[in-house]
Protein backbone atom coordinates (compact mmCIF):
# COMPACT_ATOMS: atom_id res chain seq x y z
CA UNK A 1 0.00 0.00 0.00
CA UNK A 2 2.69 2.09 1.13
CA UNK A 3 3.40 3.06 -3.41
CA UNK A 4 -0.06 3.86 -3.48
CA UNK A 5 -0.81 5.71 -0.31
CA UNK A 6 2.14 7.90 -0.70
CA UNK A 7 1.53 8.79 -4.60
CA UNK A 8 -1.76 10.65 -3.86
CA UNK A 9 -3.60 13.26 -0.96
CA UNK A 10 -6.16 10.90 -0.02
CA UNK A 11 -8.97 12.26 2.26
CA UNK A 12 -9.56 11.10 5.44
CA UNK A 13 -13.06 12.72 5.42
CA UNK A 14 -15.43 9.24 5.23
CA UNK A 15 -18.11 10.76 3.67
CA UNK A 16 -16.04 11.26 0.67
CA UNK A 17 -15.73 7.95 0.22
CA UNK A 18 -19.54 7.20 0.82
CA UNK A 19 -20.56 9.80 -1.62
CA UNK A 20 -18.04 8.87 -4.37
CA UNK A 21 -19.78 4.96 -4.01
CA UNK A 22 -22.93 6.43 -4.43
CA UNK A 23 -22.01 8.39 -7.51
CA UNK A 24 -20.00 5.71 -8.96
CA UNK A 25 -22.20 3.02 -8.34
CA UNK A 26 -25.06 4.41 -10.74
CA UNK A 27 -22.27 5.62 -13.65
CA UNK A 28 -20.40 2.34 -13.39
CA UNK A 29 -22.55 -0.16 -11.86
CA UNK A 30 -20.15 -3.30 -13.00
CA UNK A 31 -17.13 -2.04 -10.95
CA UNK A 32 -17.50 1.85 -9.78
CA UNK A 33 -18.38 1.41 -6.08
CA UNK A 34 -15.68 -1.12 -5.62
CA UNK A 35 -12.93 1.31 -7.09
CA UNK A 36 -13.81 4.42 -5.34
CA UNK A 37 -15.03 2.48 -1.73
CA UNK A 38 -12.57 3.83 1.21
CA UNK A 39 -9.08 2.35 1.33
CA UNK A 40 -5.96 1.78 4.23
CA UNK A 41 -5.01 5.05 2.29
CA UNK A 42 -6.93 7.87 3.96
CA UNK A 43 -5.45 6.62 7.66
CA UNK A 44 -1.58 6.38 6.70
CA UNK A 45 0.55 8.74 7.76
CA UNK A 46 0.02 11.86 4.64
CA UNK A 47 3.98 12.58 4.85
CA UNK A 48 6.11 10.00 3.27
CA UNK A 49 8.88 8.91 5.63
CA UNK A 50 12.02 9.32 3.17
CA UNK A 51 12.34 11.91 0.08
CA UNK A 52 11.22 9.83 -3.38
CA UNK A 53 14.39 8.96 -4.92
CA UNK A 54 15.42 10.55 -8.46
CA UNK A 55 14.80 7.83 -10.84
CA UNK A 56 18.43 8.90 -13.67
CA UNK A 57 20.96 7.51 -16.18
CA UNK A 58 23.46 7.24 -13.36
CA UNK A 59 24.27 3.77 -11.79
CA UNK A 60 24.95 0.18 -13.45
CA UNK A 61 23.49 -0.63 -17.12
CA UNK A 62 22.05 -3.99 -15.59
CA UNK A 63 17.98 -3.09 -15.73
CA UNK A 64 15.41 -4.50 -17.47
CA UNK A 65 12.13 -3.10 -17.92
CA UNK A 66 8.86 -5.26 -18.67
CA UNK A 67 5.34 -3.65 -19.79
CA UNK A 68 2.21 -4.40 -21.27
CA UNK A 69 0.78 -2.20 -23.82
CA UNK A 70 -2.48 -1.95 -22.13
CA UNK A 71 -1.74 -2.11 -18.74
CA UNK A 72 -4.61 -0.72 -16.61
CA UNK A 73 -2.86 0.33 -13.49
CA UNK A 74 0.83 1.21 -14.80
CA UNK A 75 0.43 2.81 -18.21
CA UNK A 76 2.75 2.77 -21.27
CA UNK A 77 3.54 6.36 -21.36
CA UNK A 78 4.48 6.04 -18.08
CA UNK A 79 6.82 3.05 -18.68
CA UNK A 80 7.86 5.13 -21.17
CA UNK A 81 9.20 7.82 -19.46
CA UNK A 82 10.59 5.35 -16.42
CA UNK A 83 12.89 4.47 -19.33
CA UNK A 84 14.08 7.52 -20.65
CA UNK A 85 15.10 8.77 -17.75
CA UNK A 86 17.15 5.09 -16.75
CA UNK A 87 19.12 6.20 -20.33
CA UNK A 88 21.87 3.39 -21.36
CA UNK A 89 21.12 1.80 -18.20
CA UNK A 90 17.91 -0.06 -19.18
CA UNK A 91 16.13 -2.01 -21.92
CA UNK A 92 12.53 -2.07 -22.27
CA UNK A 93 10.52 -4.92 -23.22
CA UNK A 94 6.85 -3.73 -24.26
CA UNK A 95 4.39 -6.56 -24.65
CA UNK A 96 1.13 -5.91 -27.05
CA UNK A 97 -1.27 -7.66 -24.31
CA UNK A 98 -3.06 -5.90 -21.89
CA UNK A 99 -3.74 -6.61 -17.62
CA UNK A 100 -1.54 -5.60 -14.92
CA UNK A 101 0.68 -9.26 -15.18
CA UNK A 102 2.94 -9.79 -17.85
CA UNK A 103 5.78 -12.56 -16.95
CA UNK A 104 4.80 -15.88 -17.46
CA UNK A 105 1.20 -14.63 -16.89
CA UNK A 106 -0.31 -14.26 -20.18
CA UNK A 107 2.04 -16.23 -22.42
CA UNK A 108 3.58 -13.84 -24.44
CA UNK A 109 6.66 -16.01 -25.38
CA UNK A 110 9.06 -13.50 -27.16
CA UNK A 111 8.44 -11.69 -23.38
CA UNK A 112 8.48 -14.33 -21.20
CA UNK A 113 11.79 -16.03 -23.54
CA UNK A 114 13.39 -12.36 -23.34
CA UNK A 115 12.76 -12.27 -19.17
CA UNK A 116 13.90 -15.65 -18.37
CA UNK A 117 17.27 -14.86 -20.24
CA UNK A 118 18.10 -12.35 -18.33
CA UNK A 119 17.43 -13.54 -15.00
CA UNK A 120 19.12 -16.64 -15.35
CA UNK A 121 22.34 -14.89 -17.35
CA UNK A 122 22.28 -11.44 -16.72
CA UNK A 123 21.89 -10.57 -20.54
CA UNK A 124 19.84 -7.85 -21.58
CA UNK A 125 18.61 -7.03 -25.72
CA UNK A 126 20.81 -5.13 -27.31
CA UNK A 127 18.27 -2.52 -27.77
CA UNK A 128 14.26 -2.27 -26.71
CA UNK A 129 12.04 -4.90 -27.68
CA UNK A 130 8.33 -4.81 -28.84
CA UNK A 131 7.09 -8.22 -28.54
CA UNK A 132 3.73 -9.11 -30.68
CA UNK A 133 0.83 -10.81 -29.43
CA UNK A 134 0.64 -14.05 -28.89
Given at each position: ???????????????????????????????G???????????????????????T??????????????????????????????????????????????????????????????L???????????????
Open positions: MHVICNDSDWPADVSVYARNVEQDRKAYPKFAAGSDITPCAFWPSKPTEKPVKIDSGPSNILLLQNRRDPATPLHSARETRTALGDRARMVTADQGGHLAYLFLDNKCANDIVTSYVSGERPDKDTDCPAS
